[in-house]
């Protein structure tokens, strides 16, 4: 049974809980569906709780307002009158009602969601951690404040609950998916169970617009994830972008070439087609000379992104990552040189291109096939 055959066997068997998806012949993964958790029973299980979402970040403010359009009892803490402070009374949140300082908003939560960045949440934990009473739940949606915690510093007590749902998709998905009814996909995992923490991790799970969950560590979803980032998400796709980009433009192709044949092409046609039918769908259905090359030059290719992969993993692994990004924000002037780094890839000769065609399609009728 090749892989496609398998994958597509993963999504016709998915009916139950008990329903497992076989990613390869010698894996095999539980899932949990929303089916199995509709919105009564999730607010059965949730019905004498207080969330308290922490931080109005892109996760903050999405599962913040993705819990309270499912009518459950939820209150923000935020830092009175900073920017987030005032992007959330515009969102109808009310100061003294559902709107607190951080402090107080963590001593009213009987679930407290931890959504403050991964930096944010090293400043804010003692002034959290008074407020973290017995028998309560501490949730997170990202594994490494616990997981690096001999750097964050973050060890909660030992008599609550320790949970994580962590979206597989940025916190603007999250709401986007949430409100257009598509739903998104999250890992979950129970790092301490002191009162009910499965049950309270699944009514979480699903009331914020999940489709399905499956089962991490704090510890494997933090590794991915900076691996992820840093590699076929982020990183390397960028590097690859400005590397095929470069050689067209240094052997004499036009910018407009160069940014169709790397960028548009991609982002507009490629991908959305490998995201609905999969890379052997897009293999079979373009020209024979696309199929040979893209087939042969892969094989060339793997080897050595392998390579790179496993050393990224390595130095997330070690905690060179964790290390740098600390160090990094310790630095006063760490804001500025951030915004410079980012400032030279706008200004590259490529993503200037993408805005302009952006601004000119945004800014001119179509007429047929024609601006």
């Known amino acids: 049974m090749n892989s496609i055959k398998i994958i597509r066997n993963i999504y016709s068997n998915i009916r139950c809980y008990s329903t497992k998806s076989y990613i390869n012949t010698h894996t095999q993964q539980e899932i949990i569906l929303s089916s199995n958790y509709p919105p009564s029973k999730c ?26 359009d499912n009518d459950h009892n939820v ?17 109808g949140w009310n100061p ?9 908003a963590a001593h009213k939560g009987t679930i407290i969601k931890y959504l403050i960045s991964d ?18 739940t501490l949730y997170f949606s990202h594994g490494f404040g616990i997981h690096y915690k001999n750097y964050t510093n973050i060890h909660p007590p030992d008599d609550i609950n320790i949970i994580m749902v962590s979206p597989k998709c940025s916190g603007k998905s999250v709401r986007e998916h949430f409100l257009n009814g598509n739903g998104f996909t999250s890992s979950y995992s129970i790092h301490n169970d ?50 095929q980009y470069k050689v067209l433009r240094t052997n004499g192709h036009s910018p407009l070439e160069a940014y169709h044949e790397t960028i548009e092409e991609a982002l507009s046609s490629l991908y959305p087609i490998i995201d609905e039918n ?16 893209a087939i042969d030059w892969a094989h060339v290719f793997e080897p050595k992104l392998t390579d790179m992969i496993q050393d990224c993993y390595n130095s997330v692994k070690d905690e060179t990552e964790v290390k740098r990004i600390i160090e990094c924000n310790k630095n006063p002037d760490y804001e500025t040189i951030l915004h410079n780094e980012l400032d030279d890839i706008s200004k590259q000769e490529m993503w200037e291109i993408k805005k302009q065609l952006k601004k000119l399609k945004s800014n001119t009728k179509w007429n047929g096939f024609l601006l």
């Open 194 to 243: 002191i009162n009910n923490a499965n049950e309270l991790c699944m009514g979480l799970a699903f009331a914020i617009g999940n489709n399905y969950i499956f089962e991490t560590t704090f510890e494997h979803e933090v590794i991915s994830d900076l691996t992820g980032e840093r590699c076929i998400l982020m990183g390397m796709i960028q590097a690859a972008f400005l590397a």
């Open 96 to 104: 003294n009602t559902n709107l607190f300082n951080i402090d107080e």
């Open 119 to 136: 930096v944010g949440q090293i400043e804010q934990w003692n002034t959290i951690k008074p407020f973290i009473y017995p028998n309560n």
């Open 278 to 293: 999969g890379m052997d769908w897009l293999y079979k259905n373009c020209s024979t000379t696309a199929q040979r090359g």
């Open 43 to 68: 607010k059965d299980i949730l019905k004498n709780e207080t969330i308290s979402v922490l931080g109005y970040g892109p996760q903050g403010k999405s599962q913040a307002l993705n819990l309270r």
């Open 75 to 91: 209150i923000l803490g935020l830092r009175q009158h900073g920017n987030s402070w005032n992007k959330a009374i515009n969102d």
